[in-house]
Protein backbone atom coordinates (compact mmCIF):
# COMPACT_ATOMS: atom_id res chain seq x y z
CA UNK A 1 0.00 0.00 0.00
CA UNK A 2 1.08 3.32 -0.72
CA UNK A 3 1.14 6.66 1.24
CA UNK A 4 1.20 4.43 4.63
CA UNK A 5 -2.43 3.48 4.09
CA UNK A 6 -2.67 0.05 6.02
CA UNK A 7 -4.59 -2.43 3.98
CA UNK A 8 -7.36 -2.57 7.05
CA UNK A 9 -8.67 0.82 6.61
CA UNK A 10 -8.58 0.85 2.58
CA UNK A 11 -11.26 -2.45 3.55
CA UNK A 12 -12.95 -0.51 6.09
CA UNK A 13 -13.51 2.31 3.85
CA UNK A 14 -15.06 -0.21 1.25
CA UNK A 15 -17.48 -1.84 3.76
CA UNK A 16 -18.62 1.73 4.54
CA UNK A 17 -19.12 2.49 0.64
CA UNK A 18 -20.78 -0.80 0.29
CA UNK A 19 -22.93 0.10 3.88
CA UNK A 20 -24.05 3.56 1.78
CA UNK A 21 -25.05 2.23 -1.29
CA UNK A 22 -26.93 -0.52 0.04
CA UNK A 23 -30.08 1.45 1.33
CA UNK A 24 -30.07 2.80 -2.54
CA UNK A 25 -29.58 -0.34 -4.13
CA UNK A 26 -32.38 -0.95 -1.99
CA UNK A 27 -34.79 1.55 -3.34
CA UNK A 28 -33.77 0.98 -6.86
CA UNK A 29 -34.78 -2.48 -6.82
CA UNK A 30 -38.08 -1.77 -5.00
CA UNK A 31 -38.65 1.13 -7.70
CA UNK A 32 -38.27 -1.31 -11.00
CA UNK A 33 -40.23 -4.13 -8.90
CA UNK A 34 -43.35 -1.56 -8.46
CA UNK A 35 -42.86 0.03 -12.24
CA UNK A 36 -43.10 -3.68 -13.27
CA UNK A 37 -46.06 -3.90 -11.32
CA UNK A 38 -47.89 -1.26 -12.05
CA UNK A 39 -47.39 -1.50 -15.53
CA UNK A 40 -48.70 -5.58 -15.38
CA UNK A 41 -51.93 -3.75 -13.98
CA UNK A 42 -52.13 -1.39 -16.39
CA UNK A 43 -51.83 -4.35 -19.12
CA UNK A 44 -54.52 -6.37 -17.06
CA UNK A 45 -57.36 -4.11 -16.07
CA UNK A 46 -56.72 -5.72 -12.27
CA UNK A 47 -53.83 -5.80 -9.80
CA UNK A 48 -51.14 -7.78 -11.15
CA UNK A 49 -49.83 -9.05 -7.23
CA UNK A 50 -54.70 -9.86 -6.82
CA UNK A 51 -54.59 -12.02 -9.95
CA UNK A 52 -50.93 -13.38 -8.90
CA UNK A 53 -52.71 -14.67 -5.29
CA UNK A 54 -55.15 -16.47 -7.31
CA UNK A 55 -53.23 -18.37 -9.08
CA UNK A 56 -53.30 -22.22 -7.64
CA UNK A 57 -49.92 -23.31 -6.25
CA UNK A 58 -48.66 -25.03 -2.94
CA UNK A 59 -45.43 -23.96 -2.08
CA UNK A 60 -43.13 -25.74 0.40
CA UNK A 61 -41.15 -24.60 3.12
CA UNK A 62 -38.83 -23.39 0.87
CA UNK A 63 -40.81 -20.87 -0.97
CA UNK A 64 -40.95 -23.08 -4.15
CA UNK A 65 -43.14 -26.32 -5.20
CA UNK A 66 -42.53 -29.79 -5.21
CA UNK A 67 -40.84 -28.97 -9.21
CA UNK A 68 -38.95 -25.77 -8.36
CA UNK A 69 -40.87 -23.06 -9.15
CA UNK A 70 -40.59 -19.76 -7.41
CA UNK A 71 -43.15 -17.43 -7.80
CA UNK A 72 -40.67 -14.37 -7.63
CA UNK A 73 -38.87 -15.63 -10.34
CA UNK A 74 -42.43 -16.60 -12.18
CA UNK A 75 -43.67 -12.87 -11.74
CA UNK A 76 -40.67 -11.51 -13.69
CA UNK A 77 -40.87 -14.13 -16.50
CA UNK A 78 -44.58 -13.31 -16.77
CA UNK A 79 -43.67 -9.96 -17.05
CA UNK A 80 -41.50 -10.26 -19.94
CA UNK A 81 -43.88 -12.99 -21.56
CA UNK A 82 -46.54 -10.47 -21.12
CA UNK A 83 -44.32 -7.49 -23.01
CA UNK A 84 -44.37 -9.93 -26.25
CA UNK A 85 -48.22 -11.07 -25.54
CA UNK A 86 -49.59 -7.64 -25.50
CA UNK A 87 -46.56 -5.02 -26.84
CA UNK A 88 -44.27 -6.83 -29.58
CA UNK A 89 -46.49 -8.98 -31.25
CA UNK A 90 -49.80 -7.97 -30.17
CA UNK A 91 -51.43 -10.90 -30.02
CA UNK A 92 -55.09 -12.08 -30.27
CA UNK A 93 -56.50 -15.04 -28.18
CA UNK A 94 -59.75 -16.67 -28.86
CA UNK A 95 -61.42 -19.59 -27.20
CA UNK A 96 -59.99 -18.57 -23.62
CA UNK A 97 -62.66 -20.52 -21.45
CA UNK A 98 -62.09 -23.91 -23.19
CA UNK A 99 -59.54 -23.43 -21.06
CA UNK A 100 -60.85 -25.70 -17.51
CA UNK A 101 -60.07 -25.14 -14.39
CA UNK A 102 -57.98 -28.42 -13.81
CA UNK A 103 -55.35 -30.72 -15.07
CA UNK A 104 -55.24 -30.09 -18.73
CA UNK A 105 -53.27 -30.71 -21.59
CA UNK A 106 -52.57 -28.29 -23.77
CA UNK A 107 -51.18 -29.75 -27.47
CA UNK A 108 -49.74 -27.03 -29.67
CA UNK A 109 -48.36 -26.68 -33.08
CA UNK A 110 -44.60 -25.56 -32.62
CA UNK A 111 -42.64 -23.28 -35.12
CA UNK A 112 -40.48 -19.83 -35.01
CA UNK A 113 -37.33 -21.81 -34.31
CA UNK A 114 -36.85 -20.47 -30.58
CA UNK A 115 -40.02 -21.59 -28.11
CA UNK A 116 -41.51 -18.12 -27.84
CA UNK A 117 -44.38 -19.21 -28.85
CA UNK A 118 -44.43 -21.23 -25.33
CA UNK A 119 -43.83 -18.08 -23.92
CA UNK A 120 -46.80 -16.34 -25.56
CA UNK A 121 -49.35 -19.18 -24.62
CA UNK A 122 -47.93 -18.54 -21.21
CA UNK A 123 -48.63 -15.13 -20.90
CA UNK A 124 -52.18 -15.94 -22.49
CA UNK A 125 -53.18 -18.78 -19.91
CA UNK A 126 -51.67 -16.01 -16.97
CA UNK A 127 -53.11 -12.98 -18.47
CA UNK A 128 -56.74 -14.17 -20.44
CA UNK A 129 -57.81 -17.26 -18.94
CA UNK A 130 -60.18 -17.29 -16.00
CA UNK A 131 -58.57 -18.28 -13.45
CA UNK A 132 -55.39 -17.52 -14.01
CA UNK A 133 -52.43 -20.01 -14.50
CA UNK A 134 -48.99 -20.51 -14.28
CA UNK A 135 -48.32 -22.93 -17.24
CA UNK A 136 -46.02 -25.99 -17.25
CA UNK A 137 -44.21 -26.61 -20.16
CA UNK A 138 -41.76 -29.83 -21.15
CA UNK A 139 -38.80 -28.41 -22.53
CA UNK A 140 -35.87 -30.62 -24.11
CA UNK A 141 -33.15 -32.87 -21.74
CA UNK A 142 -30.37 -30.40 -23.87
CA UNK A 143 -31.36 -27.66 -22.14
CA UNK A 144 -29.87 -28.54 -18.52
CA UNK A 145 -26.78 -28.43 -20.39
CA UNK A 146 -26.87 -24.85 -20.38
CA UNK A 147 -25.31 -22.40 -18.01
CA UNK A 148 -28.24 -20.02 -16.29
CA UNK A 149 -30.86 -22.23 -18.56
CA UNK A 150 -30.89 -25.34 -16.19
CA UNK A 151 -31.38 -22.73 -13.16
CA UNK A 152 -33.92 -20.84 -14.95
CA UNK A 153 -36.37 -23.43 -16.24
CA UNK A 154 -37.53 -25.12 -13.19
CA UNK A 155 -37.83 -21.72 -11.45
CA UNK A 156 -40.51 -20.88 -14.01
CA UNK A 157 -42.32 -23.26 -14.19
CA UNK A 158 -40.60 -25.67 -16.84
CA UNK A 159 -39.39 -29.37 -16.26
CA UNK A 160 -37.64 -31.76 -18.07
CA UNK A 161 -39.92 -33.69 -20.38
CA UNK A 162 -39.96 -37.30 -18.94
CA UNK A 163 -42.98 -38.85 -18.39
CA UNK A 164 -42.61 -39.11 -14.56
CA UNK A 165 -42.84 -35.38 -14.43
CA UNK A 166 -45.30 -35.33 -16.61
CA UNK A 167 -48.02 -37.81 -14.98
CA UNK A 168 -46.85 -35.79 -11.44
CA UNK A 169 -47.58 -32.42 -13.04
CA UNK A 170 -51.32 -33.41 -14.08
CA UNK A 171 -51.72 -35.34 -10.43
CA UNK A 172 -51.16 -32.20 -9.22
CA UNK A 173 -53.63 -30.27 -11.52
CA UNK A 174 -51.44 -28.42 -13.26
CA UNK A 175 -51.78 -27.16 -17.05
CA UNK A 176 -49.14 -28.88 -18.88
CA UNK A 177 -47.68 -27.70 -22.71
CA UNK A 178 -46.63 -30.19 -24.82
CA UNK A 179 -45.63 -29.33 -28.76
CA UNK A 180 -46.11 -33.40 -30.24
CA UNK A 181 -44.00 -32.47 -33.03
CA UNK A 182 -40.67 -31.55 -30.43
CA UNK A 183 -37.80 -29.56 -31.36
CA UNK A 184 -38.59 -31.19 -35.09
CA UNK A 185 -41.78 -28.83 -35.26
CA UNK A 186 -39.89 -25.52 -34.14
CA UNK A 187 -36.89 -25.71 -36.75
CA UNK A 188 -39.55 -26.33 -39.89
CA UNK A 189 -38.47 -24.58 -43.00
CA UNK A 190 -40.79 -21.72 -44.43
CA UNK A 191 -41.92 -23.71 -47.33
CA UNK A 192 -43.27 -26.46 -44.50
CA UNK A 193 -45.01 -23.61 -42.51
CA UNK A 194 -47.76 -24.58 -40.56
CA UNK A 195 -47.92 -27.81 -41.86
CA UNK A 196 -47.47 -30.23 -38.63
CA UNK A 197 -45.39 -33.11 -38.31
CA UNK A 198 -45.76 -36.88 -37.29
CA UNK A 199 -47.42 -36.17 -33.69
CA UNK A 200 -45.66 -39.06 -30.58
CA UNK A 201 -47.78 -41.06 -29.07
CA UNK A 202 -46.81 -40.15 -25.36
CA UNK A 203 -48.93 -37.57 -24.74
CA UNK A 204 -51.75 -39.11 -25.93
CA UNK A 205 -51.12 -42.24 -23.06
CA UNK A 206 -50.71 -39.72 -20.35
CA UNK A 207 -54.07 -38.35 -21.07
CA UNK A 208 -55.33 -41.33 -20.76
CA UNK A 209 -53.78 -42.86 -17.88
CA UNK A 210 -54.38 -39.45 -15.44
CA UNK A 211 -58.00 -38.86 -17.30
CA UNK A 212 -56.97 -35.39 -18.61
CA UNK A 213 -58.90 -33.13 -20.96
CA UNK A 214 -56.55 -32.27 -24.08
CA UNK A 215 -57.26 -28.77 -25.28
CA UNK A 216 -55.64 -28.02 -28.71
CA UNK A 217 -53.88 -24.67 -29.31
CA UNK A 218 -53.40 -23.29 -32.63
CA UNK A 219 -50.91 -20.76 -32.67
CA UNK A 220 -50.91 -18.44 -35.95
CA UNK A 221 -47.86 -15.80 -36.34
CA UNK A 222 -45.25 -18.04 -35.08
CA UNK A 223 -43.51 -19.36 -38.05
CA UNK A 224 -42.96 -16.07 -39.91
CA UNK A 225 -40.68 -14.61 -37.02
CA UNK A 226 -37.80 -16.34 -38.05
CA UNK A 227 -37.49 -17.42 -41.63
CA UNK A 228 -35.44 -20.44 -42.01
CA UNK A 229 -34.61 -21.18 -45.61
CA UNK A 230 -32.84 -24.87 -44.48
CA UNK A 231 -31.71 -27.14 -41.68
CA UNK A 232 -28.65 -28.48 -41.43
CA UNK A 233 -28.85 -31.57 -39.93
CA UNK A 234 -25.19 -32.50 -40.25
CA UNK A 235 -24.06 -29.47 -38.50
CA UNK A 236 -26.67 -30.03 -35.92
CA UNK A 237 -25.39 -33.75 -34.97
CA UNK A 238 -21.85 -32.31 -34.58
CA UNK A 239 -23.20 -29.84 -32.16
CA UNK A 240 -25.53 -31.82 -30.38
CA UNK A 241 -28.14 -29.85 -31.16
CA UNK A 242 -31.52 -30.80 -32.11
CA UNK A 243 -31.72 -28.57 -35.18
CA UNK A 244 -29.29 -26.15 -36.89
CA UNK A 245 -31.46 -23.44 -38.84
CA UNK A 246 -30.26 -20.82 -41.95
CA UNK A 247 -31.80 -18.28 -40.98
CA UNK A 248 -30.83 -15.04 -43.24
CA UNK A 249 -32.48 -12.12 -41.06
CA UNK A 250 -29.96 -12.73 -38.21
CA UNK A 251 -27.22 -11.70 -40.48
CA UNK A 252 -29.05 -8.05 -40.76
CA UNK A 253 -28.22 -5.39 -38.80
CA UNK A 254 -31.50 -5.53 -35.87
CA UNK A 255 -32.50 -9.14 -37.62
CA UNK A 256 -31.72 -11.00 -34.73
CA UNK A 257 -35.15 -9.80 -33.28
CA UNK A 258 -37.98 -11.95 -33.87
CA UNK A 259 -39.80 -9.65 -36.93
CA UNK A 260 -42.75 -8.37 -35.15
CA UNK A 261 -45.58 -10.63 -36.83
CA UNK A 262 -48.90 -10.78 -34.94
CA UNK A 263 -50.07 -14.03 -32.76
CA UNK A 264 -53.01 -15.27 -32.94
CA UNK A 265 -53.93 -17.98 -30.34
CA UNK A 266 -56.79 -20.21 -30.89
CA UNK A 267 -57.90 -22.72 -27.81
CA UNK A 268 -59.99 -25.42 -28.79
CA UNK A 269 -63.24 -27.13 -27.06
CA UNK A 270 -61.36 -29.90 -24.51
CA UNK A 271 -61.36 -33.57 -26.34
CA UNK A 272 -61.81 -36.40 -23.83
CA UNK A 273 -60.49 -40.14 -24.28
CA UNK A 274 -60.79 -43.18 -22.26
CA UNK A 275 -59.12 -46.60 -23.04
CA UNK A 276 -56.21 -48.40 -21.67
CA UNK A 277 -52.82 -46.14 -21.55
CA UNK A 278 -50.86 -49.49 -22.76
CA UNK A 279 -53.14 -50.04 -25.89
CA UNK A 280 -50.66 -50.68 -28.74
CA UNK A 281 -49.92 -48.22 -31.16
CA UNK A 282 -51.95 -48.26 -33.90
CA UNK A 283 -54.58 -47.77 -31.30
CA UNK A 284 -53.07 -45.16 -29.75
CA UNK A 285 -51.82 -43.86 -33.25
CA UNK A 286 -55.71 -43.59 -34.33
CA UNK A 287 -56.65 -40.97 -31.18
CA UNK A 288 -53.50 -39.13 -31.88
CA UNK A 289 -54.49 -38.32 -35.67
CA UNK A 290 -57.95 -37.46 -34.26
CA UNK A 291 -56.16 -34.60 -32.16
CA UNK A 292 -53.78 -33.89 -34.99
CA UNK A 293 -56.59 -33.57 -37.22
CA UNK A 294 -58.39 -31.15 -35.25
CA UNK A 295 -55.51 -28.91 -34.65
CA UNK A 296 -54.70 -28.78 -38.35
CA UNK A 297 -58.22 -27.91 -39.17
CA UNK A 298 -57.70 -25.15 -36.43
CA UNK A 299 -54.47 -23.66 -38.05
CA UNK A 300 -55.97 -24.00 -41.98
CA UNK A 301 -59.30 -21.72 -40.10
CA UNK A 302 -56.77 -19.29 -38.25
CA UNK A 303 -54.72 -18.86 -41.27
CA UNK A 304 -58.04 -18.41 -43.73
CA UNK A 305 -59.12 -15.83 -41.16
CA UNK A 306 -56.01 -13.94 -40.91
CA UNK A 307 -55.72 -10.79 -43.26
CA UNK A 308 -52.36 -10.05 -42.34
CA UNK A 309 -49.30 -11.32 -41.23
CA UNK A 310 -48.38 -8.28 -39.07
CA UNK A 311 -51.78 -6.57 -38.12
Known amino acids: MTNGSHPSTALARIGSFARGTLPLARRLAGAATGAVEGWMTSLLSEEFEQRLKRVPVTLGESG ?7 PAWTK ?24 PAGRVLL ?3 HSGQLPIDGAIIGAALFMDVEPPRFMRAMVEKWSQTLPFVSTLFPRVGQVVGVPENARRLLEHDEALLVFPEGARGASKTFDKRYQLIEFGLGFMRLAIETNTP ?17 NLETVARILRMPAFPVVPQLFIPGGQLPLPTRYRLY ?9 DPDDDDA ?29
Open 64 to 70: VDAFGLD
Open 76 to 99: WAIAGAAFLHRRYFRSEVFGASNV
Open 107 to 109: IAN
Open 214 to 230: IVPVAVIGGEEQYISVA
Open 267 to 275: FGEPLNFEG
Open 283 to 311: VMEQKVQLVKTTLQSMINRGLKARKHVFW
